[in-house]
């Protein structure tokens, strides 16, 4: 028996909304009322007029500590598992294909009436983290960066584990 995990979920959403309300009220106790600022804090307005045009002094940025480097050891460590897990996942993907199973992604299940195509879709995967990964570093998210490696490394892991337990 399946079970309808949005509607178990639906079921309650009164009760979820007001625990999200209820936990949302600590934060809005934190703000400053403007009441509670005392008259004396306010500094005195000066009687000369502030000039017109303030000089401005040049600032000089130091450089920022050398960037990393994409490919570094930890990158490279976890491109090649995400590729070892895609190809460990492509090949009992087929062995279960061949032996009558079901591809239960709907995205990879396009690709599974032919060998090559399926070997495409989990080559695109990889190379897909890959470049995902170097958008994020371009772009400074650097834990993001590690974690689409991650995310895939344990996607494919989990892949693999089910196919192996249903054969």
């Not at 062995?95 to 195509?117: C, I, M, W, Y």
């Not at 995310?151 to 196919?163: E, K, M, P, R």
């Amino acid at each position: 028996m399946r079970t309808n995990w949005v509607g178990a979920i639906l079921k309650y959403r009164a009760a979820i909304l007001l625990a999200v309300l209820g936990l949302c009220r600590p934060a809005v106790s934190q703000e400053v009322s403007m009441a509670l600022l005392r008259p004396e804090g306010i500094q005195p307005v000066a009687m000369e007029p502030a000039p017109i045009v303030k000089t401005v002094q040049p600032v000089t940025f130091t450089e920022t500590p050398s960037h990393r480097r994409f490919w570094d050891r930890e990158n490279s460590i976890l491109f090649a598992t995400s590729a070892a897990f895609s190809a460990a996942d492509f090949v009992v993907t087929k062995d279960n294909l061949h032996n009558g199973g079901q591809e239960l992604n709907p995205v990879t299940r396009a690709f599974t009436s032919s060998t090559p195509a399926l070997a495409v879709n989990f080559a695109g995967e990889t190379a897909g983290v890959i470049g995902l990964s170097y958008f994020f570093h371009k772009t400074g998210h650097h834990k993001l960066e590690r974690a689409i490696s991650m995310l895939n490394i344990g996607a494919s892991a989990s892949a693999v584990t089910f196919d192996m337990a249903h054969r």
